[in-house]
Nanobody
Framework: QVQLVESGGGLVQPGRSVRLSCAASGFTFSSYAMNWYRQAPGKERELVASISSPNQRTNYADSVKGRFTISRDNARSTVYLQMNSLKPEDTAVYYC?????????WGQGAQVTVSS
């Protein structure tokens, strides 16, 4: 079955960096676009970044453009989110996600808290 397992995150000071990883299994990873979403307390879940395959075209929310970078390693079936210049408003649970065969799949989420 499809599994998405995030790692990374935690408590980080404003202006610092953190990298999230998402290990995928149960499907042909290299054939599908991958996404990172986030959900802050009391807010709707929002799309943060996407990366296609095989051409690895990327898209970002305006709020993270220039600070976050999504990448993928198809040999390792892993997608990454490098987050730089973090701000308190980036505090959220970050979810790895993909859509295949008419269904959307989610990881369990990784908490990122940006605070001094």
């Amino acid at each position: 079955q499809v599994q998405l397992v995030e790692s990374g995150g935690g408590l980080v000071q404003p202006g610092r960096s953190v990298r999230l990883s998402c290990a995928a299994s149960g499907f042909t990873f290299s054939s599908y676009a991958m996404n990172w979403y986030r959900q802050a307390p009391g807010k709707e879940r929002e799309l943060v970044a996407s990366i296609s395959s095989p051409n690895q075209r990327t898209n970002y929310a305006d709020s993270v453009k220039g600070r976050f970078t999504i990448s993928r390693d198809n040999a390792r079936s892993t997608v990454y989110l490098q987050m730089n210049s973090l701000k308190p408003e980036d505090t959220a649970v970050y979810y790895c996600s993909t859509a295949l065969r008419g269904a959307r799949y989610w990881g369990q989420g990784a908490q990122v808290t940006v605070s001094s």
